[in-house]
């Protein structure tokens, strides 16, 4: 027999969340003008004479004023609702029977008595995909959605006929029932009888989060899921079509992840990482290796100073230790206070693509600044820039509005696959972005973060050489309007004090809303 | 207009029900001949609507292949009201004719090349002729060049063994088996980074949409592959040319690759309607130049030896002893991947 080369070792396989990264989908929004036919309970005392009627086969109404205990009057009341129903017929010699239409409902069994059927016409509003025309749930996005990567509609969908629209609509009512009523009991006994007209509206991008996991399925190999899937409610999912996900999944497969810089053969040296060390051989990185030894706690750097890292540092997990961490040290003295924070960022593509954990790490870190020093200036994120630099307004679409600072450093290195995070005097992060698959743009951050004074040290000297040669910087946009002074520590990132009033580059940068969406 | 068409031209060609259509007048026509494609697939009595027209009737079929759908409790109906069994109203009128008839059975088929014809003949064939003769060439050069296991024509990949096994799981009424998906994806995803891929989407054309294509014994297994390949970022150029879908809804069709996903791997050895041999016969011989049966080997290897698989699974062994180049059985859980970094 053959063998494909696989040593096999029975392992436990186990599963983490490495990333979550949120993505915007085109979308547009169509009102339709439909008909509805709703099953609704007959009222009580209705449903008991058909129960009766069905029962006995004949009744006479004074029998049945009797049972119910009804006047003159309630009995023709009821004797009239039931003929104008059709529920009820009535015989010759003055008795009621059940219509042909009652048998014809109670046909499995006297129990089944028949609902009344309620037609409706009403208006729907519903937003469909521009890649699949799959209908997308309005949910309340917790984040901030601007400037998440988007995904390029779909040309052809962009024009989709009404009939199209339509029958997107019709194959995908239930969920949009499902969505907009009231419960799913309503939603079960609701119908489309028939669209009247369909109209486009405006067109709109719909973020997601895609929680990356990573399972170990042996050695040197690991298993990517992504779970796209809207949420419906606390627990509900409303999952995406499979037309959906391909489209998406050839979106993260067309991003390109650059091999220039720094290895993570080179990382682990620079940064004195001798956990991550032992899984690098020939420059690749056994992440299976050192999940499953993560999960007999094997990755442990020896100290509670020091811990790994798995994902980007806004990873919920993540961000409760970084809390932690800070909460701490504030801890000690009310006379402590956190210095400035850097935030180098890595060059992959899908770099801080969050929308809801980026917004809630920045929210939390800003709590708890605030709680010991309320002028704390947060975050502050360095782009290291060149001149004319394409990428300067592109970064600042990207990240103005999920980031509270960004500074432009002219004539820094420029980045790579390393990530850096600087809480000057308290802590830091050192983090490699791995690729785990070749041909997906999706990578995840590894590294640890460290109050070690040796290891911050080496994680700042790195900071520090990689800005050693700037030369003009500028704020690319601040939250609270905060000048240079107050987002950099000249003096501790040892950067020559001139020239700062560079040029920004002079293209236009669009204004974001979401109403210019509409020339998608 | 129609009636007078009907009776007025050469060929007429319609489904065995459509030509019932009072209006046409078939009842009132007469052909020479009466021509019935895939006749096998006939219920009982739709044949007569067809061949009450024909001097002379030619029936094309294959009786060992699938046979027509009844609804069980029609069958059960029917079994009942005419006091015979469900067993010989399941006999299709082509196999009685067939058989009262001495029918004549083709010994040349053009569809697959030879390893897998070869299997095919032996394994369901076996009985009336010595050998179905293979009446094509072999496959394009560039598949021999492509990577392991996809460089053989008839690969068996063992889906029992190694540390992930996790056998078939229940799925609605059905089955589902995580482990051969993996299996299938890992294989695919080989085929899409092999240098060959450009020739393999130069094998798409008008009338052959879909080079690959996965036959999966069980619904919701092809619900789920469909799913994780949506997923897939590597499958890019590869996801136009795959179709995915039951044994039940492949008859007559074809593809160049074909990868057969046999679900079951239960503890107690239960095959469930795998046992059934012109299902497996069927899911087989749709494959032109490359069959890839995805499947547990210890299913067939020791226990059901005498059922369809055990007898596929046996030749498949044998041959990959004797023919390595056309047959191999690959005893690993998964193909390696990439490492990370």
Redesign the interface.
């Known amino acids: 027999m053959d063998n494909l080369n696989i040593d096999l070792d029975p392992r436990q396989e186990t599963r983490r969340t490495a990333n979550v990264i949120s993505l915007m989908l085109p979308a547009r929004m169509y009102e339709f003008e439909c008909s509805w036919t709703t099953e609704q309970p007959l009222p009580a005392m209705e449903e008991f004479s058909c129960r009766l009627l069905l029962m006995l086969g004949g009744i006479h109404p004074n029998e049945l004023q009797n049972y119910f205990g009804l006047n003159n009057q309630e009995r023709e009341v009821l004797l009239n609702s039931l003929f104008e129903k059709r529920l009820a017929v009535i015989n010759t010699d003055g008795s009621i029977k059940p219509s042909s239409l009652l048998q014809a409902k109670s046909v499995n069994g006297t129990n089944l008595v028949p609902s009344l059927t309620v037609f409706e016409e009403r208006q729907e509003k519903a937003q469909f995909d521009l890649l699949s025309l799959q209908l997308l749930l309005k949910n309340n996005y917790s984040g901030t959605k601007w400037g998440l990567p988007e995904i390029e509609a779909d040309s052809a969908l962009m024009k989709a006929s009404q009939d199209q629209i339509c029958e997107a609509f019709s194959r995908q009512y239930r969920a949009h029932l499902e969505n907009t009523r009231a419960s799913l009991h309503e939603a079960q006994k609701t119908r489309l009888y028939k669209i009247g007209q369909c109209q486009q509206q405006h067109t709109l991008q719909v973020p997601i989060d895609m929680v990356i996991e990573l399972e170990p399925i042996r050695d040197h190999e690991v298993r990517i899921i992504r779970d796209v899937s809207q949420k419906v409610g606390e627990v509900r999912k409303f999952s995406l079509s499979n037309e959906l996900e391909a489209k998406i999944a050839d979106y993260l497969g067309k991003l390109k992840v650059s091999d220039e810089g720094m290895s993570i053969e080179k990382f682990c040296e620079l940064f004195g990482d001798e956990v991550l060390a032992r899984y690098v051989s020939e420059n690749r990185f056994d992440l299976s290796a050192w999940l499953l030894d993560r999960d007999r706690k094997k990755t442990g750097y020896g100290n509670q100073n020091t811990r790994a890292l798995l994902g980007p540092v806004y990873l919920k997990n993540n961000r409760i230790e970084i809390e932690r961490w800070l909460k701490s040290f504030l801890a000690g003295s009310e006379d402590k206070k956190v210095g400035r924070i850097y935030w180098l960022p890595a060059d992959v593509p899908l770099w801080a693509a969050s929308g809801s954990d980026l917004t809630e790490f920045i929210a939390k870190i800003d709590d708890v600044l605030k709680k010991s020093d309320n002028s704390h200036e947060g975050l502050v994120t360095l782009f290291p820039t060149e001149n004319n630099d394409d990428n300067f307004n592109h970064r600042k679409k990207s990240f103005s509005q999920r980031l509270p600072h960004g500074v432009a450093l002219y004539n820094a290195s420029s980045l790579d696959r390393v990530e850096l995070m600087v809480f000057q005097g308290v802590f830091a992060i050192a983090q490699y972005h791995l690729q785990p698959n070749k041909t997906s743009g999706i990578t995840i951050p590894i590294g640890f973060m460290t109050s070690d004074p040796d290891r911050m040290d080496r994680i700042e000297k790195v900071l520090k050489d990689r800005l050693k040669n700037v030369s003009n910087y500028n704020v690319m946009w601040s939250r609270d309007k905060k000048k240079l002074d107050d987002l950099l520590d000249f003096e501790y990132l040892q950067i020559a004090k001139t020239n700062h009033n560079h040029q920004q580059p002079q293209k236009s940068l669009p204004l974001i809303t979401y109403r210019n969406k509409a020339n998608l | 207009m129609t009636n007078f068409l009907v009776k007025t031209r050469q060929l007429v060609c319609g489904t065995l029900v459509g030509l019932g259509q009072k209006q046409l007048g078939i009842a009132e026509t007469n052909f020479d001949w009466v021509i019935v494609d895939e006749a096998a697939r006939a219920q009982a009595s739709e044949l007569m609507i067809a061949i009450q027209s024909g001097k002379r009737v030619l029936l094309v079929g294959d009786h060992r292949q699938l046979p027509p759908f009844y609804d069980k409790n029609h069958l059960k109906s029917a079994a009942k009201r005419l006091g015979i069994s469900k067993r010989s109203i399941q006999v299709t009128d082509f196999q009685r004719l067939f058989e009262t008839a001495k029918g004549v059975t083709l010994d040349t088929q053009y569809r697959m090349c030879e390893p897998i014809g070869d299997l095919v003949s032996h394994c369901f064939y076996a009985n009336e002729l010595t050998k179905l003769k293979t009446g094509r060439g072999c496959p394009p050069d560039w598949y021999s060049a492509l990577p392991?296991?996809w460089n053989t024509p008839v690969v068996w990949i063992d889906s029992g063994?190694?540390?992930?096994v996790t056998g078939e799981e229940p799925s609605g009424t059905g089955f589902v088996n995580h482990h051969e998906i993996?299996l299938i994806l890992d294989c695919l995803?080989l085929l899409?980074?092999s240098p060959y891929l450009e020739h393999i989407c130069e094998s798409q054309t008008e009338s052959q949409k879909y080079v690959i294509g996965i036959i999966t014994m069980y619904r919701a297994q092809r619900d789920l592959l469909?799913?994780q390949?949506?997923?897939?970022?590597?499958?890019?150029p590869l996801?136009c040319l795959i179709k995915i879908d039951t044994v039940d809804s492949y008859q007559g069709q074809e593809n160049p690759i074909i990868i057969l996903s046999l679900v079951r791997d239960s503890i107690d050895k239960q095959q469930g309607f795998l046992v059934n041999e012109p299902r497996i016969n069927v899911s087989l011989s749709r494959a032109q130049e490359r069959l890839i049966i995805v499947g547990a080997c210890r299913m067939w290897q020791n226990a059901n030896n005498e059922d369809p698989l055990g007898k596929v699974f046996k030749f498949v062994k044998e041959q990959?002893i004797t023919k390595k180049s056309d047959y191999?059985?690959?005893?690993?859980?998964?193909?390696?991947?990439?490492?990370?970094?």
């Open positions: 392991h296991p063994q190694g540390e992930s993996n995803r899409s980074q469909d799913q390949l949506s997923r897939a970022e590597w499958a890019g996801r990959a191999k059985i690959v005893d690993t859980d998964s193909l390696h991947g990439e490492k990370n970094g």
